[in-house]
Each structure stands twice: as structure tokens, then as C-alpha cells.
């Protein structure tokens, strides 16, 4: 039997890109297509993510490229717990299970963005509230079990950290808001740019990922039979 290791990096780094694309070619378009006023959303504030998303072909792109990525962040996950195990750390099965409600909470959300009525608009929003909250859990626990078994270099693991910290900050800035100036113009746009920052937050995460497993060259082996 012949065997061949695949390198794994460029998974973490596929759904980096896909994302960023995603996201910005949705909003290109929908702004081109007066669909949504030009701003800087990550300052204005002046759409959501889902808004930008949500509209014609960006909407249509948006989801040919997000379905798949889903499907990408279910494999990730599950290469992340293999990794986990072969450096002896234990529990990583929480950790997939809250990994893979993620990614079926992502593709719920964009199977249904751009749809109309209260049972769509209530899938959206399951699905994307889900994703990050199940998206930051695995983050956390991937951090805590690596930390008791696996082992992290110093830049990965204070890069991984600082995302988990920032994400949680943008969750206590979106309750204080919401507490302070709920209902009013500016929580909405508030609300906006934070959404916007929460994903560069997540593909920050994937990055790290991949800046991870290219350094320690984790690979997959996969045994092929040989002729002869």
C-alpha cells in the first residue's frame, strides 16, 4: 500500500477567503445595484451583513458561495478535533458537536436569506444567532483543550485568545447597547458594524488556523493501493 499526506492548512484558508468574498462581493453588488447606500459598514454602520446579502445577484452569489463554505467549517472542525487527539487532548467531541450545529446553522441561514415570510425570516435569524454562538463556544473549547493537552505556540495561541476576548467584548458592547439606546436609529447601525466586526473576528480565527497547521504541517494521510 502506497500512501500520500495531504496538507490541511488550505481548508481554514479556503473558508477565510470564502467569507471575505462572500461578504464584500454581495455588498459591491448591491450597492451598484442601489439595492443599499454606499458607506463603510465596518464605521457607518448603514447595513447588516444580511442586508447586503439579501438582494438579486448578489444574494444569489452570496449563497453559492457561503453553502458550500458551511460544509467546508463542518471539516475543519472535525480535522480540529482529529488534531486535538494525536497531541492527547481529550473532550474534543463537544467541541465538534457544537462545530458542526455551526455549520448547519451557517447553511441554514444562507439557504433562506432573501426569502419572504415570519417561518424564513425566523430561520435567518436561528441560523446566523447559532452560528456565531455555537462558532465561539468550539472556539473557546478548542482553546481550553489544547491548553490541558495539545500544546499551542506562543503566537497561535495568543493570536486565538485575542479573538476570543474580542468577540466576547462585541457581545457585552451589543448588550450594553441594547440596554442604553434599544429601538433607536443609532442601536441599528451600531448593531450593523458590529456584525461586520464579528466576521472579521471569525476570519481572523480561520487564519490562525491555518498559519497553525501549515507551521506544524498536519497533514492527512491517505493509504492508496499500489499495482505491481
Partial sequence: MA???????????????????????AWWI??????????????????SISRAARHGLGNQLF????????????????????????????????????AWLAALSLGVYATF????????R????????????CSYLAQVLFLRLAGEGAGLDRVS?????????????LGVVHVVAAALIGG?????????????????????WYLLHARLWGGERYRLAIERGSSG
Fill in 63 to 98: 449563497r453559492l458561495l457561503v453553502l458550500p463554505c458551511a460544509l467546508l467549517v463542518g471539516l475543519h472542525w472535525w480535522l480540529a478535533a482529529r488534531w486535538l487527539r494525536l497531541r492527547g487532548g481529550r473532550g474534543a467531541a463537544a467541541m465538534a458537536a457544537l
Fill in 157 to 169: 495561541r495568543s493570536g486565538m485568545t485575542a479573538v476570543c476576548v474580542a468577540m466576547l467584548l
Fill in 3 to 25: 500512501s500520500s499526506r495531504i496538507p490541511l492548512w488550505p481548508v481554514p484558508l479556503a473558508i477565510a477567503i470564502t467569507l471575505v468574498v462572500a461578504a464584500h462581493l
Fill in 184 to 204: 433607536s436609529a443609532l442601536q441599528d447601525r451600531l448593531e450593523n458594524a458590529l456584525e461586520w466586526h464579528l466576521g472579521v473576528l471569525l476570519v481572523g
Fill in 113 to 120: 436569506l432573501g426569502t419572504e415570510g415570519e417561518a424564513y
Fill in 122 to 133: 425566523f430561520l435567518r435569524r436561528y441560523g446566523v444567532v447559532v452560528f456565531f454562538g
Fill in 30 to 47: 448591491s450597492v451598484q445595484a442601489g439595492h443599499i447606500p454606499f458607506c463603510v459598514p465596518y464605521v457607518e454602520g448603514c447595513t
